[in-house]
């Protein structure tokens, strides 16, 4: 058992200083080293800019191809092997083309049995007077699905990149304000005249696009145009009133999931030569073709809605 | 060079407006320019596919008075690929420039050659 | 019918070419607009009224309308934001 020693003798020992050295509880430089009086580091601001000069200029050097002679040199070269491969690829096509059959005449390859096929049979197995209509509409509807879902995806990026929230769509509609004249008399004048007759125009063109030239794509088109011009002439307070992102939702729900649905029980009931259960009607009348005509407005729906979202979302990152 | 140069004119207009489009987006620096070039080599698409289902003295795919037989109407198949084609390249277009709308708001400038000075500059 | 034709064809490529060359972003857009209205009455020559409809409307209606748009944003981010301009240049 060792002996008990008192505490201000055990401070004097080496064991104490070691281990309040290992501690870290005191420096042991402290007192006993001579030192100068630390400051803090300042940045010399006249040096930082020289520094930050050579810094860009040096990379204006490197990067900048008005500067860099390599980068000219590489610019030149880019230019002139451009324009000559371009002229090649002129040639090379021309040449080709020279070699393919002559426009207008009948017997070439592309008017082969599929042509044939849809001319002497689509007005009986679709209905549809306008064989086109018939044809991406019926024979190849997926297509057509596939394409309205491009729009809508279409759209819902743009929404992602343009997009801006509360406060910065409010500067939006302010900057926006301040950029264009408002109520401007003779544009609403020509916009209450035009837009009413532009609409009839493409809802005219959605519904006989089974009878004539049109169809939803078309229609859709027209229709988003006259939105777009309504829009412009009396500004976004008023189309607000009818078309918000909720309506844009549900009419491209509505119309995407009513294609599908109707398509594939087109499908189940129509394929492999089974009788489809929806007439065809008599062809030249507006209610014939079977699903065509509801196509048609689905597309269209979906077109016009498009358009509209894209010039709303353009103009203030969102609608 | 082959015997139909001439006759298939319309063709050989597709293949010129293709190639111009092409050196627009090779050789403008400007983003909205090459955003054109592009917008130019669809529609020279469109008129190769158009023309190849062409055929002189037939009229537009839509029956008239009953008339089912094929010497009377041009081919429908090139009409429906482009009027798909025509939809999707809106479409396509509407993306680039939003596309083209955020590096503005990043790099303040439209021309390609400086965006990629400045990002060199940022070390990336 | 021919001859038509082949002055539409004209057409479009002196479009495609001063679309190229012109200076201007706005004249630019204006001859593209240009462009897509005579390739929609090229459409009506090669039978194709579908075609021309589309054309008309989405080309050189609604294009043309997005680049305007797109323009008009520009110049706002510009006119909205000098000094930032400024500083992004100084980094």
Redesign the interface.
Same mark, same amino acid.
Not at chain 2, 1 to 5: A, C, I, R, S, V
Not at chain 2, 15 to 24: E, K, R
Not at chain 2, 72 to 80: D, F, Q, R, T
Not at chain 2, 97 to 102: A, G, M, N
């Given at each position: 058992m060792s002996k008990k020693r008192p505490e201000s003798e055990y401070q004097k020992t080496f064991a104490f200083h070691f281990f309040r050295w290992l501690s870290g509880s005191k420096d042991p430089y402290l007192g006993e080293v001579e030192m100068h009086p630390q400051k803090e580091y300042q940045i010399d601001p006249e040096a930082a800019l020289r520094h930050e000069k050579e810094h860009d200029a040096i990379l204006d050097k490197v990067y900048d191809p008005k500067r860099n002679m390599g980068m000219k040199l590489f610019h030149k070269l880019y230019h002139a092997t451009s324009i000559i491969f371009c002229l090649f690829l002129i040639a090379l096509l021309l040449v080709t083309i020279s070699w393919l059959p002559a426009t207008g005449t009948v017997n070439r390859p592309v008017n082969n049995e599929v042509a044939e096929r849809y001319i002497e049979k689509g007005l009986e197995e679709t209905g549809a007077v306008n064989i086109v209509a018939g044809m991406i509409l019926d024979y190849r509807a997926f297509d057509t699905l596939g394409e309205s879902h491009v729009l809508f995806t279409a759209t819902i990026t743009v929404l992602i990149l343009l997009r801006l929230n509360k406060t910065e769509k409010n500067e939006a509609e302010l900057s926006d304000r301040r950029f264009e004249p408002k109520n401007d008399a003779i544009l609403q004048l020509v916009a209450t005249f035009l837009v009413p007759i532009i609409i009839i125009f493409g809802i005219y063109v959605i519904l006989n696009g089974h009878l004539g030239p049109g169809g939803g794509f078309s229609g859709g088109a027209v229709i988003g145009a006259g939105l777009v011009l309504y829009l412009n002439a009396f500004g976004f307070k008023k189309t607000e009133r009818f078309f918000t992102e909720k309506t844009y939702k549900w009419i491209c729900f509505f119309s995407l999931s009513f294609y599908c649905l109707a398509k594939s029980y087109s499908f189940y009931t129509g394929a492999n030569q089974l009788h489809s259960i929806i007439p065809k009607g008599t062809p030249g009348a507006i209610l014939s073709s079977g699903l065509i005509l509801p196509l048609n407005i689905a597309v269209g729906l979906v077109v016009a809605c498009t358009i509209y979202a894209f010039y709303a979302m353009f103009r203030k990152g969102g609608f | 060079?082959?015997? $139909?140069?001439l006759? $298939?004119?319309?063709?050989? +207009?597709a293949?010129?407006? *293709?190639?111009?489009? *092409?050196?627009?987006l090779?050789?403008?620096t400007?983003l909205?320019?090459k955003?054109?070039?592009l $917008?130019?080599m669809d %529609?020279a698409i469109?008129?190769f596919l158009?023309?190849?289902?062409?055929? @002189?003295?037939? +009229? @537009?795919?839509?029956?008239v008075n009953?008339v089912?037989?094929?010497e009377?109407? /041009?081919?429908?198949?090139? %009409?429906?690929l482009?009027?798909?084609g025509?939809?999707?390249?809106?479409?396509?277009?509407?993306?680039m420039?939003?596309?083209? /709308?955020?590096l503005?708001?990043r790099?303040?400038t439209?021309d390609l050659?400086e965006i990629s @000075?400045q990002l060199?500059?940022e070390g990336k | 019918m021919t001859a038509f034709q082949i002055i539409l064809m004209g057409l479009l490529i002196i479009c495609a070419v001063s679309v190229s060359f012109s200076k201007n972003l706005l004249n630019a857009i204006l001859i593209y607009m240009s462009f897509s209205l005579v390739m929609s009455m090229l459409w009506i020559c090669l039978e194709s009224p579908d075609l021309a409809i589309t054309e008309a409307a989405v080309g050189a209606g609604i294009t043309s309308v997005l680049f305007f748009v797109t323009l008009k944003k520009i110049r706002a981010i510009e006119a909205a934001e000098p000094e930032e301009k400024e500083e992004s240049k100084d980094e």
């Open positions: - | 060079m082959g015997p $139909n140069l006759a $298939n004119y319309g063709e050989a +207009v293949a010129i407006l *293709f190639c111009i489009g *092409f050196t627009n090779l050789l403008q400007n909205i320019k955003i054109i070039g $917008n130019v %529609s469109y008129l158009a023309e190849k289902g062409y055929i @002189a003295g037939r +009229v @537009a795919p839509i029956v009953g089912t037989s094929t009377a109407y /041009i081919n429908p198949i090139p %009409s429906g482009v009027l798909t025509i939809v999707v390249s809106v479409s396509v277009t509407a993306l420039l939003s596309l083209t /709308i955020r503005y708001t790099y303040h439209l050659d @000075a060199k500059k | -």
